[in-house]
C-alpha cells in the first residue's frame, strides 16, 4: 500500500516519474536543437520596408535627419526601421539569456528570455526584453524592442566646460526592484567606476568617465540593466540653466508635412487582384 501509495503521489501534479525531469530535459534540449538548426540555416535576407505609420513615411521621405527631432516633439516611435535609419551606428548586445519554465498539467513549459542593449556610444541607448520558445526569435524580438526603446542621454562636465561633454550632467538615481544604480560625474580621466553589468550600458551610451553607486540584489541582472536604463533616463529629467532659453513654438511634423501625408504613398505594394472565371 504505501509503495502504491508512493507511485500515486509520485505521478500526482506533474512531479513523478512520467512529467518529471526527463520531461523538462526533453523540451530543452528540443529548444537548444532548434536554436542550432536556425543558426545552419542562416537569417533570411530583409525585405524592402514598407511604412505603415506617419512617421515612418516621413523617415522614408527624408523629411527627418536625426532622433532629437522626434524626441522634440515626443512623436511614439513603433518601427524600428525608423531608428536604424535615424542611427545608422546602433550596436547591439546580448547582456543575458535565461530559461523560465511555467508549469503545466503535461509538466514545465520551457521558453528563453533574452535581455538586449543597443547603443551607438554617442549619447543614445535602449534596452530590450524578450521571451520566446527558441533562443534566436527572444534575441531578434529583443533586439527591436532595444531599439523601439532608444531614449537620448544627456552628458555634462565635471568641472571646467573643455572639450566634449564626458560624464553626467549630475547626480542620478534609477531604480527597479529592490535594486539601486546612482551615479556621480567624474572627473576626466577616471573612466566608468561600475560592475560589468552597467558598465557595458554606460559605454553603449557614449559616456566616457562616472563614478557608479549600487545596493540591492544586484545578482539579478535583469533588474540591474533596469535600474541603470532608468538612471540614464533620468538624465534629461532635470533642468538646469543650461536649458532656461526662449521656447520657440514651432508646427508638428504631422501638421508641417500634412500635404505629403494626405497624398498616395509611393512604396505602396497592391496585392495581385485574382479574377474569378464563373
Given amino acids: 500500500m504505501a509503495d502504491r501509495g508512493g507511485e500515486r503521489g509520485g505521478d500526482r501534479g506533474g512531479f513523478g516519474r512520467r512529467f518529471g525531469r526527463g520531461d523538462r530535459g526533453g523540451r530543452g534540449d528540443r529548444g537548444r536543437g532548434g536554436r542550432r538548426g536556425g ?6 535576407e530583409e525585405e524592402a520596408w514598407v511604412p505603415v505609420t506617419k512617421l515612418g513615411r516621413l523617415v522614408k521621405e527624408g523629411r527627418f535627419q536625426k532622433m532629437e527631432e522626434i524626441y522634440l516633439h515626443s512623436l511614439p516611435v513603433k518601427e524600428h526601421q525608423i531608428v536604424d535609419t535615424l542611427c545608422p551606428g546602433l550596436k547591439d548586445e546580448v547582456m543575458k539569456i535565461t530559461p523560465v519554465q511555467k508549469q503545466t498539467r503535461a509538466g514545465q513549459r520551457t521558453r528563453f528570455k533574452a535581455f538586449v542593449v543597443v547603443g551607438d556610444s554617442n549619447g543614445h541607448v535602449g534596452l ?36 566634449q561633454p564626458h560624464t553626467v550632467p549630475c547626480k542620478v538615481t534609477g531604480k527597479c526592484g529592490s535594486v539601486t544604480v546612482r551615479m556621480v560625474p567624474a572627473p576626466r580621466g577616471s573612466g566608468i567606476v561600475a560592475a560589468r553589468v552597467p558598465k557595458k550600458v554606460l559605454q553603449f551610451a557614449g559616456i566616457e568617465d562616472v563614478f557608479t553607486s549600487s545596493r540591492g540584489s544586484t545578482k539579478t541582472l535583469g533588474n540591474f540593466v533596469k535600474a541603470t536604463f532608468d538612471c540614464l533616463m533620468k538624465t534629461y529629467g532635470f533642468l538646469t540653466p543650461d536649458f532656461w532659453m526662449e521656447t520657440r513654438f514651432v508646427k508638428a511634423p504631422y501638421q508641417e508635412f500634412t500635404d505629403l501625408l494626405a497624398s498616395k504613398p509611393k512604396f505602396m505594394i497592391e496585392a495581385p487582384v485574382e479574377k474569378i472565371e464563373a
Fill in 39 to 44: 543558426r545552419r540555416g542562416g537569417r533570411p
Fill in 128 to 163: 530590450g526584453v524578450k521571451c520566446a520558445k527558441e533562443v534566436a526569435t527572444a534575441i531578434r524580438g529583443a533586439i527591436i524592442l532595444a531599439k523601439l526603446s532608444v531614449v537620448p542621454v544627456r552628458r555634462g562636465y565635471w568641472g571646467n566646460k573643455i572639450g
